[in-house]
């Protein structure tokens, strides 16, 4: 028997009764992986079927919440264990587009040697089923009170921030524990909880400088090309060795596990044999503890060499990415990023800086009995102890749920190890993933109902 936690007896019960859901959970979760619930997408189609499915499973008073963007808000709760604490469960039904994987393949899930394949097959319809499985689990009958909130906009534009940031909204989603089902271990079958989280800033950078195309035979010399000015600005962000070059981004010491090392991280990232890493420090550092700095999006550019054409270009804009250590203000990193573009301007040209948002990191408590609970759930789901992790991503709705209740555990697992491929082309879930995290999941409440 493990300290924290279920009996044995009871735990090889949940482990029994997970293992017959397994079947239908990969079916619903398939039938999720259909629907295109990208922004813009369709999100309501989504949302609706994450409430019949909550209805299923007990939760008699779900239902979607307008709060005010065109993916609404998923909303349940199961009350009435007097004396047993809350626990608010989390996941987003949003995916992101199929980019450069073929749309009709990204959306028709398909099994391969133990996993399923699709979008947001793991980010994040697998965080959906974990909950769902639990309380299927308990005969959708929990042993503690649950709050549900299933979002629409976790990939786009953060609605859900801003409907919790409202005063009328300030004593809403209370809990005496949190559960964020999106995140992931270190490898298949090796759990981790994630205990740090990156923030992001981002910018828009626009450079004009002339009143439209010309050519580059006639003007090109001394009319400046929008797009040249522009790389030069992109160019000062990083140093010669690959390290964030503005000065006012925080860098904190490595207070992780010290995963991944290189080779796991040169393999999981795809780079190249023969392609050095940049940066200095561990790698982890340099992934959870330092910023980086990335262009999500460019308008302006020149065209794909097969149709290029002689012209200066007069107007471009970068999307920035800043991702942020733990610790830093999202403002105080736009402050800093504007003082830097200033005085890098090329030729002294006009440089227009937009502020595009963005959301602080995050660093859990790890010292509370629920705490110990979760790591003793995932131990026995698995067969070894958990790690605990950094991540390199932000989820900025972490900070205001914490903010309701500062002395709740915040819990951030999930099924989404490197092997998922979240984002990319050919995005998976391993299925015994799915099942082992549900099952620390079951476990995790009821341990939480002996307390």
Known sequence: MLTGTTTTSDGTALK?????????????????????????????????KVVSLLKAAGVSNAKTVDIGSKAPLVHGTITGRPGKPTVLLYAHYDVQPA????????????????RLHGRGAADDKSGIMMHIGALRAFDNNPPVNLEILVEGEEEST????EFLAKPANKDRFKADAYVIADTGGTAVGYPALTTTLRGIAQVDVTVRTLEAPVHSGMYGG??????????????????????????GLLSRPDTGAGHPDEATYRRDAGVRCGVPLIGTGSVSQRLHFKPSINVTGLDGAPPPVHQSINSLRSEATARISVRLAPGQRPADAITALRKHIDRHRPWFLPVEVTARGGGE??????????FAKARAALQEAYGRAPTALGQGGSIPLVNLLQAR?????????GCEEPAARIHAPGESV??????????????????????
Not at 361 to 370: K, L, M, N
Request: proline share 5%; charged share 20%; glycine share 6%.
């Open 222 to 247: 001394p009319a400046p090309d929008a797009f040249v000015a522009l790389t030069r600005i992109l160019a000062t962000l990083h140093d010669d060795k690959g390290d964030v070059a503005v000065e």
């Open 16 to 48: 029994q009764k997970v293992a017959a859901l397994m079947p239908a959970l990969k079916s619903d979760l398939s039938e999720l992986v259909k629907i295109k619930s990208y922004a813009g997408g369709a999100t309501t189609e989504a949302a609706n």
């Open 99 to 114: 980019g450069t994987w073929n749309e009709a393949e990204a959306f028709t899930p398909a099994e391969r040697n133990g």
């Open 430 to 451: 391993d299925l015994g993933e799915l099942e082992r995290m549900t099952l620390a999941q079951a476990l995790f409440l009821k341990a939480l109902s002996q307390q």
């Open 405 to 413: 209740n500062p002395n709740a555990p915040m819990l951030l697992w």
């Open 361 to 370: 990191g995050f660093e859990a408590r790890t010292d509370s009995a629920a």
């Open 158 to 161: 953060g609605s859900l921030e």
